[in-house]
């Protein structure tokens, strides 16, 4: 008897110390809950409420992430008011930055609300970018660049084989910008070649006020099938950024530059030469489609009937995953060209690339 009153005793005590741990549990963990961040409220001219958070608004755009739709872009013409409940960074068009504060939007003005209560209010225009990358803040360099593959193959009455590689990279900062650029293209037909040429360019940019710059440009380039064992040209240039958004840019550069040819058969020359590029691009297709054209010229200011002009667009097209399609048109003009060689190499690619 003794010994069954003993057993339902510890019976006892353990289940009663079960529901107090198990008490104390749910105590702690309602206790150390945090609580959710009410969704930021984007409301449209017409009418439409969305939420979700406010991530980044820059060229006119306001993004804001969704749980049923993801990442939606919306033109700011469209937005009447937002208000958001989580924390954003303003940078602002005199350069100064707002940093980790709730924001609201409405009528063309902004209200930020500070940790102590005092409200401040600033017109929507002088707004430069909401949620900037470091970059834009002064910190690192961002990298970006693109390489594409274009590849064709032909079997039958005539075995023909073409290659084409392209690599692009971009390093920009506040301050400076570094560009690589290598293309290289190797065609045969029944095994004999009958294009071979690469070509790099490197250069250096320097910002000064407002859209100029000025930089250093590097020029290598061979074309066996052009007599070209290896054209090289260095040169000082200035440059100005006519437009920077995503549905137009525009920029233009023009220098002075020391050109050395040496050729396989022809007499070799030296001189010294103007050049100069202009490179265009837009998104108006849309869907992040992409226009654009990149020219290059080089003008011998010693024998001024020699020029050489460059010339590259095509449309973009986005796939998955960073990855890209884009049809373009190559135009290599060259009127020194040596005897026998053509002045005008003309090129229809389809190419296959990634961007980052």
């Known amino acids: ?67 049923f739709a993801g990442d939606i872009s919306i033109d700011s013409a469209e937005v009447d008011s937002v208000r958001t409940y989580g924390s954003l960074v303003v940078q ?47 910190f690192g360099y961002k990298a970006t660049g693109n390489t594409s593959l274009a590849w064709g193959m032909e079997r039958g009455n005539s075995d023909t084989d073409e290659l084409d590689f392209r690599l692009e990279s971009y390093w920009r900062s506040l301050e400076d910008r570094y560009t690589l650029k290598a293309n290289y293209d190797l065609d045969k037909s029944n095994g004999d070649k009958n294009t071979d040429n690469w070509r790099i360019i490197g250069k250096y940019d320097r910002f000064l006020e407002g859209p100029h710059y000025w930089g250093i440009n590097t020029n290598l380039e061979k074309d066996q099938f052009a007599d070209l064992d290896l054209r090289a040209y260095i040169g000082p240039y200035y440059g100005r950024q006519f437009f920077e958004k995503p549905a137009f840019t525009l920029s233009t550069e023009v220098g002075l530059s020391y050109v050395i040819e040496n050729f396989i058969t022809a007499e070799d020359q030296r001189y010294l030469g103007a050049n100069w590029t202009v490179n265009i691009s837009s998104d108006k297709l849309g869907g992040g489609s992409s226009m654009y ?64």
């Open 92 to 138: 602002m068009s005199d350069g100064s930055v707002i940093e980790d504060q709730p924001i609201e939007f409405d009528e063309g003005s902004m209200e930020i609300t500070t940790d102590s209560g005092e409200q401040n209010l600033y017109s929507t225009t002088d707004i430069a970018l909401i949620n900037p990358e470091p970059w834009e803040l002064g």
């Open 293 to 356: 054209l990149d020219h290059v010229g080089v003008w011998n200011l010693e024998e001024t009937s020699d020029v050489i002009l460059n010339t590259i667009f095509g449309v973009s097209v986005p796939l998955i995953y960073g990855f890209q399609a884009a049809f373009e048109v190559k135009l290599e003009y060259d009127s020194g060209a040596v005897e026998g060689v053509e002045e005008l190499d003309q090129s229809y690619k389809l190419r296959l690339g990634y961007a980052w």
């Open 1 to 67: 008897m003794m010994v069954n009153n003993l057993v339902k005793g510890m019976l006892f005590g353990l289940g009663l110390a079960l529901a107090v741990s198990v008490y104390a549990q749910d105590s702690v963990d309602t206790d150390t809950e945090t609580p959710e961040i009410q969704p930021d409220v984007v409301i449209l001219k017409n009418g439409s409420r969305i939420l979700g958070t406010v991530t980044s608004a820059r060229d006119g755009k306001i993004v804001v992430k969704t749980d």
